[in-house]
């Protein structure tokens, strides 16, 4: 499904990505780990294609097509979905009216009719169920004034609304307690199915206990260093970063759950 | 150095006399005071930014004639005033028959009644900042007199839909006086608007709307700016407020050639309090200028001010906001707040917050920002899959969406949202 060859990108001109090379095929579960600065929110926002970041070499293609010459909203129509480590607040734009927009653009594309308001209003609260949000949170502007778990859940709503072919989970367990962690995680594996592929990047381990990957990858340096299955993630956690030679404040003062 | 040019004669030749005497004697009182009157120059302080928009041709000194046919404003339900030209069509016209609600043309005033309005007209307004717009007092053929007694209250919304024709070159110097009595309630809309236009033809618009609330009246005052391009307009709204009193303003402007409002409020009775919104959108070589005055006379008031501008293209919008905290208006309560967005590197914004402050135990908060779309939060729109200029318009809504929603008439929100979204769609056209 996602195959990236020899990817390099940089941002005001200091290389972050120096030659990935990753093949996510579909129905598939793929963790990347590693430390602060290793290039793992890079990756994330280059494949959705934020403009800050600019790809120097290398090939990105998503189910063949070239996604690199693809613009992002294009890249969203085809199936790429990026749950934001920082979801943005925009206020004024009601969540509603937001979501609506997205789905009925996504329908557009594939040559759908809009939806009307009554049948989206229902799918809406559905999905809100699924991940514990009130519906309440439909009519406040977007992220406005949601809290840190909140704003990742509403990630995860979203994604379960545009159903994407490749879900990017761009450290999503990140701020969120034990309880929070759960209703996304179960959000998450509601995504999983045979024509769907799941990228998760991550710091930490943890998420990966209700999130089973098929696959782990360490990055460092902006080069994938080591792949493996589930269980390079756990020795991760026993043995710390520093296992692989490379060093990390971070992981050392990861929480032991 | 070359003398500044002086308003032309032309401007004040006196027209229709069917005023009654008192307010014909005002009128050659305000044109004598007005004569050989310096027009502002980039120089002048409160006009520095819009000078060079104000084009006064001769041919345009002429009164434009009030006949010919109304456009829109047949639409609008209930009760309803329509000028046309700057001059009342009763025939137009819905008035409210309610007790305690008396509207009257000034030129059906008697005697006594003219002589009682020439002594109020323009006393709200303070002369030095707005000559230019008192040119209307000079000028006006007519005029309305919206009397409520004391608890006398409107049901329903009354419009007064300013129309001109924009046809043939010349000027319409509407004029409206509101005297609200104790404890009255009025939501007056007032809507202008333009039709016909040859491109050619050059048109000033010159309104002046008074209003005076007495102790404990509460007045909500709606306008839509929405005339034509090629209109030049040049207004002022002045309040005075007495004790307990809330004036509430809401106003939607669109720019033109030359658009410049002036809003002024005076507290003078404690107690009173007003709450000021303002939106302001230009697009392409379209320019648009609010000064608002907020008067803090009397001690224990409240204002609060909330503008918007948006300005697109190589348009250019002002706003100055002056807040004046009298020596004895103790426990003042003043809030200003103006945000600015910039859609072009062309567009140009100038803010400026004045405050003076002359009391020691008061509250008085101001803010005013620039800015432009913010990348991160349009990037978070199109990774959803929503399309470029479709983010852009939600996001430029949303600049404003606040101040729209605060509008308590719907039927005049959902005109003021569909200006707005063409507005918007004009903007953002595809390229």
């Not at chain 1, 925009?90 to 789905?103: D, E």
């Not at chain 2, 209930?78 to 030129?107: C, H, Q, R, W």
Request: hydrophobic letters at 40%; aromatic letters at 6%.
């Amino acid at each position: 499904m996602l195959s990236i060859k020899n990817l390099h990108a940089s941002v005001e001109d200091k290389e972050i990505l120096k030659g990935i090379n990753l093949e996510i095929k579909a129905g598939e579960v793929h963790a990347i780990m590693g430390p602060n600065g290793s290039g793992k929110s890079t990756l994330s926002q280059v494949l959705a294609g934020n403009e800050a970041f600019e790809v120097t070499e290398g090939e990105v293609t998503l189910n063949g097509q070239n996604l690199l010459e693809l613009e992002t909203e294009e890249r969203a129509r085809e199936g790429i979905f990026l749950a934001f480590q920082y979801p943005v607040e925009i206020p004024g734009v009601s969540n509603l009216q937001f979501l609506r927009t997205a789905v009925n653009a996504m329908r557009k594309h594939r040559g759908e009719e809009d939806m009307n308001a009554a049948e989206f209003m229902k799918l809406a609260r559905e999905v809100c169920k699924q991940v514990d949000l009130d519906p309440s949170f439909l009519k406040r502007g977007v992220n406005e004034g949601f809290s840190g778990g909140e704003k990742k859940r509403n990630e995860i709503m979203q994604a379960l609304l545009l159903q994407p072919k490749l879900a990017i989970l761009d450290e999503t367990d990140s701020g969120l307690d034990i309880d929070a962690l759960k209703v996304v995680a179960d959000g998450v594996n509601a995504l999983r199915s045979p024509d769907r592929a799941i990228l998760m990047v991550t710091h930490y381990q943890r998420l990966l206990n209700h999130i089973v990957p098929d696959y782990v990858h360490v990055l460092a340096g902006g080069r994938i260093i080591k792949s493996g299955g589930r269980e390079l993630a756990l020795e991760l956690e026993e043995k710390g970063y520093g296992w692989l030679g490379i060093k990390d404040e971070d992981a050392a003062d990861a929480p032991a759950n | 150095m070359k003398p500044a040019p002086t308003l032309s004669s032309a401007f004040l030749h006196p027209a229709g006399q069917s005023l009654p005497q008192p307010l014909l004697a005002l009128r050659k009182q305000r044109a004598a005071a007005l004569l050989g009157m310096p027009l502002p120059t980039r120089k002048t302080e409160n006009w520095k930014y819009s000078a060079r928009h104000l084009k006064l041709a001769d041919d345009m000194a002429i009164s434009l004639p009030a006949e010919g046919k109304t456009g829109t404003s047949l639409a609008v339900p209930g009760y309803k005033v329509v000028f046309l030209n700057g001059v009342m069509l009763p025939e137009a016209s819905e008035f409210p028959d309610l007790d305690g609600i008396t509207i009257t043309s000034f030129s059906d005033l008697d005697e006594q009644e003219a002589r009682e309005l020439a002594g109020r007209l323009d006393h709200t307004l303070t002369p030095q900042s707005v000559q230019l717009a008192q040119l209307n007092s000079a000028r006006f053929e007519d005029g309305l007199l919206i009397r409520l007694q004391p608890d006398a209250v409107l049901d329903q919304p009354l419009y007064i839909i300013h129309e001109v024709n924009a046809d043939a070159s010349g000027s319409a110097f509407p004029r409206i006086f509101v005297d609200a009595g104790r404890h009255s309630r009025l939501t007056l809309v007032e809507e202008f608007i333009s039709s016909g236009s040859n491109g050619q033809a050059q048109v000033l618009v010159n309104a002046v709307t008074e209003f005076c609330l007495d102790e404990g009246a509460h007045l909500t005052s709606i306008r839509l700016d929405m005339e034509g391009d090629s209109i030049q307009h040049i207004g002022a709204t002045g309040v005075r407020q007495q004790r307990n009193s809330r004036f509430e303003s809401h106003c939607v402007g669109f720019g033109g050639a030359l658009r410049r409002h002036d809003l002024q409020v005076r507290l003078e009775g404690e107690g009173a309090e007003c709450k000021l919104n303002g939106v302001v959108v230009a697009q392409g070589a379209q320019h648009y200028d609010n000064h608002t005055n907020i008067e803090h006379v009397v001690g224990h008031c409240n204002s609060e001010e909330t503008y918007r501008n948006i300005a697109a293209d190589q348009a250019h919008v002002v706003f100055n906001g002056r807040i004046h905290i009298h020596p004895d208006a103790q426990k003042s309560n003043a809030e200003m707040n103006n945000k600015n967005l910039l859609l072009s590197n062309g567009a140009e914004i100038d803010t400026k917050p004045e405050l003076e402050i002359y009391a020691d135990d008061v509250k008085c908060a101001h803010g005013a920002t620039i800015g432009q779309l913010d990348k991160t939060s349009v990037f978070y729109l199109v990774s959803r899959g929503i399309g470029r200029r479709e983010a852009h318009v939600l996001l430029t809504m949303a600049f404003i969406n606040e101040l729209v929603a605060q509008i308590p008439v719907p039927a005049v929100r959902e005109t003021a949202q569909t200006r707005l979204n063409q507005f918007f769609e004009a903007t953002f056209q595809e390229a």
